[in-house]
């Protein structure tokens, strides 16, 4: 089997977990419920982070059509993209399920099936695990709808009972059992399970058994693109993956000589991820990223910054798929991280940190490290090292996380069939609001309130779709405004960003004035979820907002802000919607045709004209030739022309030439040749 690539990595020279990649749009969860908790409480409840406690966004229902753009914004701490730092993978991934549950129960072993109330993916109501205490491995309580879970009951299950690949990596580290539920990031992970999730296929990427999630893009370090087209190609997307019908045995070989069959299944038959150069950011710093790759592998398209230019977070522009309808979805980010301290089993840096052939128990070359202290092993625990200068320096290293991996998942969410009347090929936008209550300090390593995408770019007769949620249970005692704890937001007109109040409403633009009170009374609804404070602050409105889709068939640039939360010096939430004529790629190309036809256009009125003045000596267009200093007058006869060089008008190659006129009578010259235009 081909060697197989750690979707992990990332070199984090320290034991205590501190905070590494947060999805800030859609609302990424970090195992968050509905708390009002400063921490998280559950950090087992769906899924493992390996992210700070502090992290994360409440639940809030959201939808989106299907084919539209939806913006994916994440931070994470540790760096990425080519800065020579560390080799880094940003994973992106989808999960949609509405299958009704269905388990053997009771001692009668017969199948029984729920209601759609227990569909496989869900929020919850409870920040309990589904899998822990009374409840682990015990699959009546999958349908309990109280319970959160992404992963079905049979996925979990599956990885419980099976081995672990014996051909991974495992620094050292000593696996309580040696089933995919235990890692060499996770050796204990079979103790306390998080969620339904997989541990193996949490860690690696591609995984080499089926799994429930599609890839959208894998966005990489620069000297590793070239793998992008192997990632492309083992993707489930378009390649079926294979387990044994006893769910003990990893591989086909150890299948077959058990007496079990192995089965291939579970390719999506859809396209194979994007993939391409991931954002640049710096480490030690959950800030702005800079897109270093306009040129991704790939159909979708993929993010939009200005190269070179720090001024968002990181994001991916994901194309939801068009033929894609579901009311149950979850969004995965996977974030890994790697050094070069130890080099593959082939010896080159080339290879990934850590591989492995399945079942081959092969790891890689790991070299002694020779010092005045003695020699030890790089995979060693927090060696002592002394480099030449007589003294031992200890080093902060734990092997367990010499590569890992972090990751982040959104809430549940439902992508739904366009409206009636919007074109299968009609661009969708979504708008959204990122962020929660609170100063800087007290929402890190989540974000301030802020419209997203905040300088949305989109074409004349594009949709937008205005949506957003919030929360009732933000921590008391964040700052914000309005009744405390509350999320609340809404969008009205400036005139400009630098400008901190709205415009009239009659003097609206971005709103179409057709629009009636009704409609507009819906970017400040009432609803069911109120708070019962001040009205000027919205407290008795909506913690979501759904505007439906708006066509902008108007060119321009439109401000807005929200007057609540808009506030000078403490914090902004602007935004700005730009209508125009057309994409920059049509634009590039009807420049290309003007330089183009324009001077081909020129060259042949030119040589029209030359010819007639040519057979036309005393005419209006010789004359007019002649005072634009782009012909010369000769002396015999006196109304006869010549171009200066017709070369500097058509060209070296040009198809006709004017050569000098024909002698005078009585000249002691040979009549010359003419080649009339």
Known sequence: MRTVVLCAAVLALFHAVSADIYMHNPRGSNNRLDEANTNRRNANRLFDSQNNGKGGYNVGAMYYYAGSTLRIEWTMQHGCGDDGINNCDIILQYMCDDTPNRFVGGADGVVKENNSLANNLRDGTTTDSINQGERKLKEEFSTRIEYGRQEQFDFYKKCATRKNNEGLFLAGQRLRRNRATNTRQNPNGDVNPYGYECPEERDYYPYWHPTPWRDIAVLTVANRRQNCEWYRQESQNVKNKGECTNALYNTKAECESNSGTWVETGAWNIDPPECGVAPRSRTNHLGNGIDQDKGRIGDMPGGDHERGVAHEASYYDWTIPQDLTSENCALRIRYNISTE???????????????????????????????????????????????????????????????????????????????????????????????????????????????????????????????????????????????????????????????????????????PVSLSADTLSRFNPSGTQMAHGETSELDDHSTYLDQGIVKFAKTGTYHYMSTRNNNFSNRSQKGKIVVDDATDDTKLAEKVAVAVTVPIATMIFLGVAYAYAAKHPASWVANTLVKLKVMKPRSKPDNYYTIKDSRAFLGSHGAATVAAPVAAAGSSSASASRHVL
């Open 341 to 511: 301290d130890i080099n593959g089993p082939n010896g080159g840096q080339d290879d990934f940190f850590f591989t492995g052939s399945n079942g081959n128990n092969r790891e890689p070359v790991v070299a002694n490290y020779t010092s005045g202290s003695g020699v030890h092993r790089l995979n060693q625990n927090d060696p002592q090292v002394d480099f030449g200068i007589g003294v031992p320096l200890q080093l902060a290293i734990n092997t367990a996380q010499f590569g890992r991996t972090f990751q982040d998942r959104s809430h549940r969410f439902a992508v739904r069939g366009r409206p009636e009347g919007v074109r299968s090929d009609a661009i969708i936008h979504n708008l959204n609001i990122r962020g929660k209550r609170g100063n800087i300090v007290q929402t890190y390593p989540a974000v301030e309130y802020d419209f997203i995408p905040n300088n949305l770019v989109i074409k004349k007769n594009d949709y937008v779709h205005i949506q957003w949620t919030g929360t009732n249970t933000n921590p008391n005692g964040n700052d914000g405004q309005g009744k405390e704890g509350t999320d609340r937001n809404n969008m009205v007109e400036m005139a400009d960003s630098k400008m901190n109040h709205p415009l009239h409403l009659t003097q609206r633009n971005m709103i």
